[in-house]
Every structure is written in C-alpha cells, then in structure tokens.
C-alpha cells in the first residue's frame, strides 16, 4: 500500500491491509458488522481478567493476533491447557532469541467445528471480478496445517454463493480495492459462514496451480495487473462473481493435495 501510493497506482486502503496482517484489528473491523463479526473474540489480557464476552467460553482457539503458518495456534479446553500451551510457546521464541508477546498480543476465539473454506477473490476498483469457493483439507489439530483444497465443495451451490457474497463484502468493508485476496471462513451448522482471517494475496501450497488448471487464471499475474489498474479482457468480461463458484456440472470435481514436507 506505502508502494503504490509513492508510485501512484490503485491500492488498497492502508487500514484494512493492516486488519489483514493484525488478527485482533481483522476482528474489530468485522465486528462493526453484525453478520460478518458473527464470532466471539478477545485478547488473552481480557479472557484472563473475565473480561471477555460471556459466550467465549472453553474450548477456545488461542494464537497470536501476527503470525502467519499456524504457528502458537492451539485448542485450549481448560486454564491449565492455555498456561501449558503459552509456556511452550514463549519457550520456543526464546530458543530463537525472539522477544515474548504480551497478554495483548494474543488472541482469544471460539472454537468452531465444520467444514473450512478457502476464498480466492479479484479486486479491482472495488468490485470483486472473480471469486472461487474451494474446500480446503487440514492436518488434524493441534497443527492446524493448510494441506490442500478441492472443488466444488461439499455444501453445494447456495452455500458456495453466499460465502462469495459475504467475502465480497468484508473485502468492500476493509477497502482491499484492488487486490487477489486470500480468505479462510467456516461452515458451521445452525450458523452459517464464520470468517477465520483475511490475506491481501493470494492462498498458498496448491491454489495457484489449481486456479490454473480448473479456471485458466494465473493469480500472481492478476496480482500485478489489478495493483497497477489493469484487469485482463476475460475478467473484465465476468458480470457476476458466482459465475466463478462451484459449478459441478461444467468443471466436474477437482481434487490438488499439496505435498507436506
């Protein structure tokens, strides 16, 4: 964002790029409204002083409110777990000489079960020229490991469709105008889709390969052509984001695992 202002090209607002490098700052934004913040959160500071909202209760998902790889991520169910989990935590970034964060930088979430979805989405000019909704598959908890993802999903073409249009939504809202972004949500019966974070790129392992193949799209190209105000004839074509959502009938099912090391 610093970049494209000094050279003058189309960018995302400088807030929102920060919403989606700070995972408490992705929460507050969200949460100003009331079906994309549908979620309850706090900072470890607060969870400790019973200072938290009254529904986030154990079991909860802690981890660093900066950090990317699932790296600190862990499934607490009850206080001794959460000191234990820290104390490993802090031991690790001491044996690399890393500066311990404080109860304020760590974030506390509900633990949410359900089927997790992928987003990639095409920003330009505010307007969202491509979305694709893809499953994606985990290493078991507590790794939390991205481990590859396939299309169409397992809940079907209305679902699909609502989680683009939210996704669509929450990039307006954080003013990620001109971007490929990568979005992490969950399916969660009885209450819908639940955002996990937010990345102004696009996903990692096999997405862009699997983009490729299934949607003829490089997003890395995309990436640069949307920064610098230029979206290519075939986007520019597309007038509405579903069209580029789970279509079994046409695509048939694609499956890409990315390989672990």
Not at 234 to 246: C, F, P, Q
Request: proline share 4%.
């Amino acid at each position: 964002a610093d970049l494209a202002n000094i050279f003058n090209v189309p960018a995302c607002d400088q807030v929102g790029m920060g919403c989606t490098i700070n995972k408490h700052k992705f929460r507050q934004a969200l949460s100003h409204d009331a079906r994309l913040g549908n979620i309850a959160f706090s900072t470890l500071e607060e969870f400790l002083a019973g200072a938290a909202p009254s529904n986030l209760q154990f079991p909860v998902v802690i981890k660093p409110s900066e950090g990317c790889g699932s790296s600190g991520v862990f499934i607490i169910r009850n206080m001794d777990e959460l000191h234990k989990a820290k104390a490993s935590y802090d031991r690790d970034r001491l044996s690399r000489n890393r500066v311990l964060l404080s109860n304020e930088d760590w974030l506390v979430e509900e633990f949410l079960e359900g089927p997790e979805l992928g987003v990639e989405l095409i920003m330009s000019d505010g307007e969202a020229v491509f979305a694709s909704v893809m499953e994606a598959t985990k290493t078991p908890p507590p790794l939390f490991q991205g481990t590859g993802r396939f299309y169409p999903t397992s809940l079907g073409r209305d679902a699909d469709d609502i989680i683009a249009s939210e996704c669509i939504r929450a990039a307006k809202l954080l003013g990620l105008n001109n971007s490929v972004i990568d979005i992490d949500c969950k399916w969660v019966p009885g209450r819908g889709m639940i955002f996990i974070e937010i990345n102004s790129r696009m996903g990692g392992h096999s997405v862009g390969l699997m983009h490729e193949n299934v949607f003829g799209i490089n997003l890395v190209l995309e990436h640069f052509r949307v920064g610098c105000g230029k979206v290519t004839s075939t986007l520019a074509a597309v007038e509405s984001a579903a069209l580029y959502t789970s279509s079994e009938d046409d695509l048939g099912r694609h499956d890409y695992i990315a390989s672990m090391p």
